[in-house]
Structure formats: C-alpha cells, structure tokens
C-alpha cells in the first residue's frame, strides 16, 4: 500500500504560481505512474498531469505551456509546479500513484486562484 501526502495549495492571484508536493511513503521510482488530478465543484475529477518510471509525460491540453510535473526519487517526491494560474484552476488537487495494479491517492489539497 501507497500513502501520499500532498502539501502547497492555497490561494493564489491570476497569473501567479504555486508549487505542490506529493510524499509517497513508498519508493518512487518502483511506482509505474505517478500524477495529479484535480476535482473543481460540480465537476468530475480530471488529470492534470502524469509522469511515469520511464519519464513519459502527459499532460491536460488545459494545462500544457503552465504546469509542470517532475519526480525527485531520493526524496520519494512528485512536485507539480504551476504558473500562470487561471480562476478555472481553482479545485482540491490529489495525488495519484498507480502500482501493482492499483490506484493510491492522497487527501487533496485546495488550489483556489482568485483576485
């Protein structure tokens, strides 16, 4: 079993920057895929970004040109580094990782952009 513990959310300006970070309680670099969602109110929960072993990346078209995912395997941490924050980007952002056949996720941390 994974357990994530995600920690940088908070309120933000448009057009500002914010930093999260995900801590597994596992290894990361034995986890296939490791990512972020983010679920808004109303609205159903949607990748934003993902990063596997081998480094491919996938990205929200939502997203592309402003956030970044990257993994720091010593530290067992995935980071998602988000500039040029929109209001839409408001909602709780959760960390997913995939192994052995499962999906683990964190509690969520809330990302609201508002002036």
């Known amino acids: 079993q994974v357990h994530l513990v995600e920690s940088g959310g908070g309120l933000v300006q448009p057009g500002g920057s914010l930093t999260l970070s995900c801590a597994a309680s596992e290894s990361i670099f034995s986890i296939n895929s490791m990512g972020w969602y983010r679920q808004a109110p109303g609205k159903e929960r949607e990748l934003v970004a993902r990063?596997?072993?081998?480094?491919?990346?996938t990205y929200a078209d939502s997203v592309k040109g402003r956030f970044t995912i990257s993994r720091e395997n010593a530290k067992n941490t995935v980071y998602l580094q988000m500039n040029s924050l929109k209001p839409e980007d408001t909602a709780v952002y959760y960390c997913?990782?995939?192994?052995?056949?499962?999906?683990?996720w964190g509690q969520g941390t809330q990302v609201t952009v508002s002036s």
């Open positions: 990063r596997t072993t081998s480094n491919s990346t």
């Open positions: 997913n990782a995939y192994f052995t056949g499962f999906n683990y």
